[in-house]
């Protein structure tokens, strides 16, 4: 096995080989065809699956270190800090244990409820030491089935279609919520918050939810506060990018033949039309259809904005 890369050096996409392998699938039937009544419903799905199936260089990881390159995973693979919990009696969060603990047997380290930096949870051993924490395959961006549905109803001179996106089964890094969080407490401590911050460990609310804020960088052991309460790149801000969305709704009326030959016209409809209507998902502002060369910038995808517009189609 080849050396990664040198100092200064970067590596090529080129050197890996991917296999995408999926299948297709499309749905469409009139449930309704009447005189007055027409209404046709339609839905797709995507599977698809991907691998990186020969590597020739050691695994790499990618964007800062949150994804993992390596034979056998998607090539979007989340590679994080094994998040557990808040620990009840410091307001720290606390990690699975790394290779660190661990003799190459597989057993605990001499004296390891002694270490400052483990603490027990439910007789369990966890490390509050960021950086000796375990680090993992965490499921990847890619859903596993995505696609669309439809429908058109039609009743009398009134139209309806509505066109909806969904996806299911993938994971997402939500590093925009980490940072509202927890981010620039130290440089910045006086800064805009999420309002979840409010569920935070206090020393009145040892059940807290999220780690105590603190602008404190010193800590006693290997770690340090600003490492370990803001969990950067670890499960503690893994998201589920499971969505539904009405990519657009339009209702139209078209008016009767004779209204039309009374100016000239072959057609005249009104319509309302609207973009991005709805958005169901795991988190408010938080946006998990990017596209697929977008997979390594998550964090900079927004919703697109809202629309609604109202027109007139004059046919002459």
């Known amino acids: 096995m080849m050396p990664l890369i040198q100092p200064g050096q970067s590596i090529a996409p080129l050197f890996r080989t991917l296999v995408n392998k999926g299948w297709e699938m499309n749905l469409s039937g009139m449930l309704i065809d009447s005189r007055y009544v027409r209404w046709r419903l339609g839905a797709n799905a995507t599977v698809l699956k991907n691998r990186v199936t020969k590597l020739p260089v050691d695994p790499y990881t990618t964007n800062g270190g949150l994804y993992r390159v390596e034979e056998g995973h998607p090539v979007y693979a989340l590679w994080l800090y094994q998040w557990k919990g808040v620990d009840p009696s410091s307001g720290l969060n606390y990690y699975e244990l ?69 996806q299911l089964g993938g994971k997402g890094y939500d590093s925009g919520y980490a940072s509202l969080m927890y981010g620039g407490l130290s440089t910045h401590p006086i800064s805009n918050r999420h309002v979840d911050a409010a569920k935070s460990w206090t020393a009145e609310n ?111």
């Open 98 to 166: 790394g290779e660190f603990y661990f003799k190459p047997d597989g057993t605990y380290i001499d004296g390891i409820a002694d270490n400052p930096d483990v603490v027990t949870v439910d007789g369990g051993y966890y490390t509050t030491a960021y950086y000796s924490a375990k680090r993992d395959y965490s499921g990847s961006p890619i859903p596993k089935v995505f696609g669309g549905l439809s429908s058109g109803l039609q009743i009398g001179r009134f139209a309806l279609t509505v066109n909806l996106y969904y």
């Open 206 to 316: 040892p059940g807290g939810e999220f780690a105590l804020l603190t602008t404190s960088g010193r800590w006693f052991g290997s770690s340090t506060y600003m490492e370990n309460v803001s969990a950067r790149q670890s499960t503690r801000w893994l998201i589920s990018t499971n969505m539904l969305e009405i990519n657009n709704a339009t209702l139209s009326y078209s008016f009767p033949d004779k209204w039309c030959e009374t100016i000239g016209a072959e057609n005249l409809e009104l319509f309302v039309s609207a973009d991005h209507l709805c958005l169901l998902n795991a988190r408010r502002g938080y946006y998990s259809n990017y596209s697929f060369s977008n997979y390594t910038a998550n964090f900079s995808v927004y919703k697109p904005a809202r629309t609604v517009m109202a027109g007139i189609n004059l046919t002459l």
